[in-house]
């Protein structure tokens, strides 16, 4: 294949991940809920929580159990976006319109891609309203603009993660009604089982380490270790929060992906 026919090959895969991209940004118009479904979840964690338990958490440092859950709440966008995610996947499977692209002369690739991108967009307009949100109510960054850049980069990157968690799902699935439990236990149970809401010391000592080594303690202690919310919690992961999230990641990008690509493929 020549240099060109590369080119025009792989500028037609961009062009075609685009437009199946805007296609999910365009059906969010007529289907609002899903955006608000991914922004609620972390707004009622930080003014519901934040405020009935501001007085009874103890947090480390003795700062403020707002400032604590900060973090937290942010972190909660990824976990809220998977079920979205995996029912809009479902409902196109569902209703044939997977089908139709499969029968398209597209880069098959894109049309997963492309949805991962679009929720990828929505997933940015409700991390920066949970951002905004939370400096309303006592989230702090105490670090500077570059931590506080870091720390959001990394929130982004797990967001993307849980979009194609959320991909692999729906096309395994296929069934909303059974993909909106899934969610709500994959949200729930990966926050409460965690130091989003509280330290690890302070859980039993037989749940401990199954919080200590939750990916989701590790993304949130790395979030407050950046923007400097103190941190007293013991063990490798809450030590080394940045090599378990680095690998956590790229296992969960690489795994996730590969499986929708490949159920994709496969898909009858």
Do not use: C
Request: charged share 10%.
């Amino acid at each position: 294949m020549t240099a060109p026919a590369r080119t025009g090959r792989v500028s037609g895969a961009v062009v075609e991940v685009l437009a199946l991209a805007g296609r999910r940004l365009t059906h969010l118009r007529n289907v609002p809920g899903r955006l608000l479904a991914v922004t609620l979840n972390p707004l009622i964690t930080m003014l519901a929580i934040g405020y009935v338990f501001k007085d009874a958490v103890i947090v480390p440092g003795s700062g403020s159990y707002p400032e604590f859950l900060f973090p937290a709440a942010l972190m909660q966008v990824g976990l809220a976006g998977i079920a979205p995610t995996a029912i809009a996947v479902a409902t196109d499977l569902n209703g044939g319109l997977t089908d139709r692209f499969r029968s398209l002369p597209i880069t098959r690739p894109a049309v997963l891609i492309g949805h991962s991108l679009g929720d990828f967009v929505v997933g940015l307009i409700a991390l920066a309203v949970t951002v905004a949100s939370g400096l309303l109510v006592g989230g702090r960054v105490h670090t500077g603009v570059l931590p506080l850049l870091g720390g959001l980069a990394l929130l982004v990157v797990f967001l993307y993660a849980m979009i194609w968690v959320g991909i692999l799902l729906g096309l395994s699935l296929r069934n909303p009604e059974a993909i909106d439990g899934i969610g709500a236990v994959a949200t729930l149970g990966l926050s409460f089982l965690s130091n989003a809401f509280m330290s690890t010391d302070r859980l039993p000592g037989w749940l401990r380490p199954v919080a200590e080594w939750n990916p989701v303690s590790s993304v949130t202690t790395a979030v407050r270790r950046l923007w400097g919310t103190p941190v007293d919690e013991t063990g490798f992961p809450a030590q080394h929060p940045g090599v378990v999230v680095a690998i956590t990641l790229v296992v969960t990008l690489a795994v996730a992906g590969g499986l929708s690509f490949r159920k994709y493929r496969t898909i009858a």
